[in-house]
C-alpha cells in the first residue's frame, strides 16, 4: 500500500466560528470535526478541533499518466484553510511510491488545482465569513509519502528530496537525523518540505500532527509579516508625527500609542492561540514527532520573529508615552511660569 498527500495550507486573516460554519454548510456539504483516533482523549487535546469538509476529486495527468486525487479542505478557527489532496494505492509496491514522489516533486503540476479549489471554497464559506480575503501566493505546503512496510530498497533521502542524485554526506545526515520509530515495524522521517512514514497501521494521528505542526508555522509566518508591515507603518507615522507642530505631535503620538496597544494585544492574544492550538501530553513517541515536526519547519525562529517584534511596538510605545508625559509637563510648566507672571503683573498694577 501507497499513499501520497500533497497539503497547502492558506491564511484568510481572521477568526471563524467553527460551529456556526458547520451548521451553515451542513446541507450542503459534508462536513466532520476532526479527532484523533489511536490515542488516548488526554494525550492530544484540542481546544477546537478543526472542520472537514470533503471536496470532489481531482483528476490528474502527469507524464501521460492519469491519477485521481480525492480532496479534503480543514477550516481551523484561527484562520487557516488548508487542503489535502490524497491517493492511495492499495496494490503498489514501494518502489512505486518513490517513482511518484518524483513525479511529483515540489507539487509539480498540482498548482493550478489547488488555486481552483481555494476560489470553490471562498465562495462556499464567503456568504459566512464578513471580510473573507485569502491571498493565494502566500501559503505552506508539504508532502507526506505514506506505506505500509519498511524497506531498505529504496533511498528514503532522496525520495524526500525528490530528486534521484548523488547527496552529499551533510545533507543525508541533516534529513536522517530526524528519523524516529515506536516499534521496530515503523519509521518516520521528516524533512523541512517533506515527511517518508512507513508504518503497517494507517498513521493517520501522526499525518495529523504534522498538518498541526504546518498550520503553527504558517500562522507565525502570517503574522510575522503583518508585524512587519505594522512596525513600517510605526515609524513612517512616528516621522510624520516629528514634523507636526508641538501640540499637533502630541495627539498624533496619542493616536499612535492607541493603535500600537491594539497591535500588540491582538497579535499577543492570536499567537498564544496558534501555540496553543494543539497540546501533545502522555504520549512520548507523538509528543516526540510533533516537536520534531516543529523544530525542522523552523517554528522557533519564526516565534522568536514574533515575539521580537512585539517587543520593538512595545519599546516604542513606552517611548512614545515618554515623550507624551515630557510634553505635558513642559506643558504643565509653561503654565505655571505664566501664571506666576500674571500674579506678578497683578501685584505690580495693585501697588500703583
Known sequence: MISLRFYRIYDIGREIDLDWLEKALAQNYFTARS????????????????????????????????????????????????????????????????ELAFLFAGQEGLAEYYVQYLKTLGEIIRPHIKGFAINPDFYEDYSIYVTDHRDDSIDPVALLIGENTNLSPQIRDEIMKNSLSYTTDDL???????????????????????????????????????????????????????????FHRGRQYHAIMAKLMETSAEISEIIEKVNNLIKVTEDVYYARVYATALRVLRS?????????????????????????????????????????????????????
Open 35 to 98: 479527532s484523533f483516533v489511536r490515542v488516548k482523549p488526554k494525550s492530544i487535546m484540542l481546544e477546537d478541533p478543526p472542520l472537514m469538509i470533503q471536496m470532489n476529486p481531482i483528476r490528474v495527468e502527469r507524464d501521460g499518466r492519469p491519477f485521481e486525487f480525492s480532496v479534503v479542505a480543514r477550516v481551523y478557527d484561527i484562520g487557516v484553510i488548508s487542503f489535502c489532496f490524497i491517493y492511495e494505492n492499495q496494490e503498489a509496491a514501494i518502489a512505486e511510491l518513490e
Open 188 to 246: 518516520a522521517i521528516l524533512s523541512w518540505d517533506s515527511a517518508l512514514l512507513c508504518n503497517p497501521e494507517s498513521p493517520t494521528d501522526l499525518i495529523d500532527l504534522i498538518e498541526f505542526a504546518n498550520v503553527q508555522v504558517l500562522e507565525l509566518r502570517y503574522y510575522d509579516r503583518e508585524l512587519t508591515r505594522e512596525m513600517e507603518k510605526m515609524y513612517d507615522d512616528i516621522e510624520h508625527a516629528d514634523r507636526m507642530s508641538q
Open 300 to 352: 522557533g525562529q519564526w516565534s522568536e520573529s514574533v515575539s521580537r517584534k512585539i517587543k520593538v511596538i512595545q519599546e516604542n510605545y513606552s517611548m512614545l508615552s515618554d515623550e507624551v508625559r515630557i510634553q505635558h509637563s513642559n506643558f504643565l510648566e509653561w503654565v505655571v511660569i505664566i501664571l506666576i507672571a500674571f500674579e506678578l503683573v497683578f501685584m505690580v498694577m495693585a501697588i500703583h
